[in-house]
Structure formats: C-alpha cells, structure tokens
T-cell receptor
Framework: NAGVTQTPKFRVLKTGQSMTLLCAQDMNHEYMYWYRQDPGMGLRLIHYSVGEGTTAKGEVPDGYNVSRLKKQNFLLGLESAAPSQTSVYFC?????????????FGPGTRLLVL | RKEVEQDPGPFNVPEGATVAFNCTYSNSASQSFFWYRQDCRKEPKLLMSVYSSGNEDGRFTAQLNRASQYISLLIRDSKLSDSATYLCVVYHTGGFKTIFGAGTRLFVKA
C-alpha cells in the first residue's frame, strides 16, 4: 500500500496563477483533509471531506477550493495564488472519526508563490 | 490565545537523558488527545494516543490531566533517532475540529 500520496512535491507559482494539488489514498478511508503548515504555527485545516461528493470548510478556507469526486482522491485548488499562500500543504486521511482518530499524512507539497 | 499551546523548545539533551514536553489546551470539551512526531521536512506521524489513565509505549509515556487541561509526553533514555518535532494534537467532536499545536523541537546529541 502506498498510503497517502501527493502531487506535486514542489511547485513555484507567480502571483495570480492557478494550480491544483492532488491527494490520493489507497486505504479506503472516508475522511480526507487538507492542511497548511507555516513556521511557528500548527497545522491548520483548510478543507475536509467526510465522504465522496462532500466537502466542508475548515479553519482557513479562503482562497482555496476542493473537490472529492472519487473516494480515493481529494483535490485542492488555488484559483489565483497569492504570496500568503506560500506554505507546505499536507493531505491526510482517516477512518470515520470516533473517539480515537488517527490521521495518515501524505509527504507534503511545498508551494512558493512569488 | 491558541487553543493548543506547547513548550516552544528547542530542547537540547544528551543521549540517555529523560525529557518531558507539556501541552495545554483551552477547550474543556476536547475528547481525544494525541502526540505526533514530525521529522525535518517530513509528514507528521502518530506517535501515540493519550488515554485518561495515562499510557506507556516503550520509552514513551503520555499523561492526561483533564482538570488542568494539559497533556505531557515523557521520553526516557533518549536516542539520537528521537530528534524530531513533537506535535500535541487535540480533537473535539463539536464542530469537527482537530487542533495541532505548533510543536516542540527536540535535539538529542551524542
């Protein structure tokens, strides 16, 4: 099993450009998440999905959109990139969260917006 | 005030030392607690869950104090391979929120 994979691993964008980050998991997990991690701050939830075809906003959703057309894939889109979106983006997945929730993370995507 | 706060570190300890990290959380409705480990430029990985009665996994011991709203992680007999950032994670069902602390960095030196 590959677990959680992310594409691309690194990307440089110019302000105003758009891009899509792809996350895929092969663990048949219902829940998937997109986080961003910035220096000195914990991971912050951007959007999440509780199942195929459903998405919801997290803590910092502005400037991002997501889609979950297939259970195993969760896409994060930046329509018009801004320097403030320079960050490391992690995708994660988990079983339906209950009392004990373990999240499995992908290797991350490093995004630099100039 | 952050919902989850951790010792900022870094902690620099020699091999074989015992080191403890603390984490406080502000939401009394928090239900589940975890410690994750994150190596440099890698993804976070679950180290251990934290149970109300406290739990141990080899050299690692986690404690939860609900009354004071803090969690601790104790690492005994530190190894060079323990060098990493340790993330305190709190989950509460209201509003579906998993809150990550900013992490405490640990350096174990020979």
């Amino acid at each position: 099993n590959a677990g959680v994979t992310q594409t691309p691993k690194f990307r440089v964008l110019k302000t105003g450009q758009s891009m899509t980050l792809l996350c895929a998991q092969d663990m048949n997990h219902e829940y998937m998440y997109w986080y961003r991690q910035d220096p000195g701050m914990g991971l912050r939830l951007i959007h999440y999905s509780v199942g195929e075809g459903t998405t919801a906003k997290g803590e910092v959703p502005d400037g991002y959109n997501v889609s979950r057309l297939k259970k195993q894939n969760f896409l994060l889109g930046l329509e018009s990139a801004a320097p403030s979106q320079t960050s490391v983006y992690f995708c994660a997945s988990s079983k339906i969260p209950g009392f004990q929730e373990t999240q499995y993370f992908g290797p991350g995507t490093r995004l630099l917006v100039l | 005030r952050k919902e989850v706060e951790q010792d900022p570190g870094p902690f620099n300890v020699p091999e074989g030392a015992t080191v403890a990290f603390n984490c406080t959380y502000s939401n009394s409705a928090s239900q589940s607690f975890f410690w994750y480990r994150q190596d440099c430029r890698k993804e976070p990985k679950l180290l251990m869950s934290v149970y109300s009665s406290g739990n141990e996994d080899g050299r690692f011991t986690a404690q939860l104090n609900r009354a004071s709203q803090y969690i601790s992680l104790l690492i005994r007999d530190s190894k060079l391979s323990d060098s990493a950032t340790y993330l305190c994670v709190v989950y509460h069902t209201g509003g579906f929120k998993t809150i990550f602390g900013a992490g405490t960095r640990l350096f174990v030196k020979a």
